[in-house]
């Protein structure tokens, strides 16, 4: 079963953003593997320990994404592909889309997986349109596969505790949920192996893709207030006094 | 500007969300001048095409099909496609459910479409429709418009308008006119099958007044107990977002956002929980909110009555001792 997984790569979760125009000042901050998409990543590998065949971590973004590329090898996926964008922050939900549909298309692949979303810009439509682009059937926010006989049977979350199974055929497109798995982390022995694992490099423009964006980001911003905040200051001790008298007090809560 | 709001069915009932993106259209309808319809699609459903009739929409269009029965990605895809063709509307609005999220995209762009998704306001200004979602987790706002032509797809996040302020029909009932689709059944790859809850819940949150809920701050599963003993202290249950049910430190039913619970408890104390949109969905409703983080940009603070920035671990014992000394005295 050759599987691909898309993995972003996007700004540590404790990195301090800074604000420049449309999007963040990217230098001096550090970057990390999408949490959601590690989900995806550790499933594909569950699945090819299951059912034989390759992982392929596919990356789409400026240089540094490679490093997440070598992160997914170092894991176990067998070799990644980077689609080489020094502007992918700019592109919409439907241009990189277009851009991972192109490359997924040169290989042969019985399942793309994706996470849910990215913890970034947070379209969380990568997958839908992938399924779009490439016509294949698709699943979301999916928390267990199982594989018999080209078809899988899912487990699928809906809202409010509510699950549903449901049957897809191969190939398709998923998008994992997080916590559907508990993720790895690399040994040293699948670090150094890394080294060894190949990372194709492409473009946009040498897998032919054309695109007119479809929506665009004016400017980010801190979010205005709605609400009127006492924040309450001192020791921890003088702190949780002050906290219970406004409770009981104030609130009338407790 | 002509604009269509795709309605929700969640298992023979109303999605609420439906109500709320439909007030969002009749305010964006008045700030454009445009004309809102109102679309529902499934099998029989001419009830609910009837009641959405009596809100002030220009018209309802009714898409029925067997094959509609129970949703599909694929079948919810071909079908709306052939209305949205036919109907030209120019902003094609939908709630942001995981249902929305498992089709619309892929509707927009079968149209060669973009989609903004998951909204939480918009702006008219110049002549030009701009809509706020949120990045970056929640840290960040930011504006998007819609490049090129229409039709245009959004969604708006589920509590961004208020269902309450959907306005009636001005004479009573809006026409109702049903949209012939065709759809057969090689072009539903997926197969729904049954709908299932996991094992019943012991504890119920949504019924609790007084919620300590943690996030990642908690850092490690033996730092638990302490929330606990706060918890214990308040009289309260603990909860948690979802990171902490994905590690397995608590269960899975403890979990608040759009996941899991959604709670409106008296009281809701937030321990290290950053304030993802995701968690935050779940638990605004909450009549006062605390916010313990050692971060002070962090957005949870945003929504918060109460805020202290500083060390969990520091303010958590001595909350709990201040609770007890309160209950004693």
């Given amino acids: 079963m050759n599987i691909i997984v898309c993995i972003k790569q996007v700004p540590a979760k404790d990195a301090p953003l800074t604000i420049a125009g449309n999007w963040i000042k990217e230098s001096d901050i550090g970057f990390e593997m999408n949490e959601p998409d590690s ?5 594909a590998l569950r699945l090819k320990e299951k059912h034989g ?42 241009g990189s889309a277009k851009a991972l549909a ?27 349109l992938l399924a779009g ?27 409010a505790g509510w699950f549903q199974h449901m049957e897809c055929p191969l190939p398709a497109v998923l998008s994992i949920q997080s916590g559907i798995n508990k993720v790895r982390y ?9 080294k060894k694992k190949e990372i194709a490099a492409a473009t946009r423009e040498s897998l032919g893709v054309s695109h007119e964006p479809t929506q665009k980001i004016e400017k980010i911003y801190v979010p205005t207030k709605t609400k009127k905040t006492e924040f309450l200051t001192g020791t921890p001790k003088e702190v949780a006094t002050k906290l219970v008298e406004k409770l009981k007090f104030e609130a009338r809560v407790i | 500007m002509k604009i269509l709001v795709i309605t929700e069915l969640r298992q023979g009932k109303w999605n609420n969300a439906s109500f709320e993106t439909l007030a969002a259209a009749q ?10 319809s109102a679309l529902v699609i499934g099998k029989d459903v001419a009830a609910f095409a009837d009641e959405l009739a009596g809100k002030n929409v220009a018209e309802v269009l009714r898409v029925e099909h067997d094959l509609l029965e129970a949703y599909t990605p694929d079948g919810f895809c071909v079908a709306l496609k052939q209305v949205i063709e036919s109907a030209k ?12 999220r498992d089709f619309a995209p892929k509707l927009a762009a079968m149209l060669g479409k973009g989609m903004i998704g998951d909204c939480i306001g918009y702006r008219y200004e110049g002549g030009k429709l701009v809509f706020v979602r949120q990045m970056f987790q929640g840290k960040t706002a930011a504006d998007v418009t819609f490049s090129g032509v229409a039709p245009w797809f959004a969604s708006f996040q589920s509590g961004a308008f208020r269902a309450d302020l959907l306005a009636a029909h001005p004479s009573g009932q809006a026409p109702v006119n049903s949209v012939a689709v065709s759809l057969s059944a090689e072009h539903i790859r997926t197969k ?31 730092n638990i107990p302490q929330a606990e003993a706060l918890a214990k202290a308040l009289g309260g249950e603990i909860a948690a977002s979802r990171p902490i049910c994905d590690e397995g430190w608590l269960p899975m039913e403890r979990q608040i956002g759009s996941s899991g619970q959604t709670v409106a408890p008296k009281l809701y104390l937030a321990l290290g929980i950053s304030g993802a949109i995701q968690h935050v969905v779940g638990m605004k409703g909450a009549r006062t909110i605390v916010a313990i983080n050692k971060d002070s940009n962090a957005p949870i603070f945003e929504i918060a009555d109460y805020g202290v920035v500083g060390d969990i671990f520091e303010i958590m014992p001595a909350l709990t001792e201040a609770l007890e000394k309160a209950k004693s005295s």
Avoid at chain 1, 39 to 43: K, M, S, T
Avoid at chain 2, 89 to 100: G, R
Wanted: hydrophobic residues 45%; aromatic residues 4%; without cysteine.
């Fill in chain 1, 133 to 159: 682009l490439l016509d294949l059937p698709h699943a979301t926010i999916i928390m267990a596969i199982e594989v018999t006989d080209r078809k899988m049977k899912l487990k699928r979350e809906l809202e």
């Fill in chain 2, 27 to 36: 305010q964006i309808a008045k700030d454009t001048l445009s004309a809102v």
């Fill in chain 1, 53 to 94: 065949g390759e992982v392929i971590a596919l990356s789409m973004g400026p240089e540094r994404v490679k490093q997440t590329i070598k992160e997914a090898l170092a894991k176990g996926a067998d070799r990644g592909i980077h689609v080489a964008d020094d502007n992918f922050a700019q592109l919409d939900p439907l």
């Fill in chain 2, 89 to 100: 509307p120019d902003l094609v609005l939908f709630p942001h459910t995981y249902q929305v």
């Fill in chain 2, 192 to 222: 729904p099958l049954d709908l299932f809850k996991e094992a019943k819940s012991a504890v119920d949150l949504t019924q609790a007044p007084l919620i300590v809920a943690i996030g990642r701050g908690i850092k490690a599963p033996e």
């Fill in chain 1, 102 to 128: 192109a490359a997924i298309r040169k290989e042969k692949a019985d399942l793309v997986l994706t996470g849910l979303q990215s913890d970034d810009h947070g379209f969380g439509q990568t997958g839908v």
């Fill in chain 1, 186 to 194: 690399a040994t040293l022995k699948g670090i150094m192996a890394a």
């Fill in chain 1, 39 to 43: 989900y995806a990543l550790e499933e």
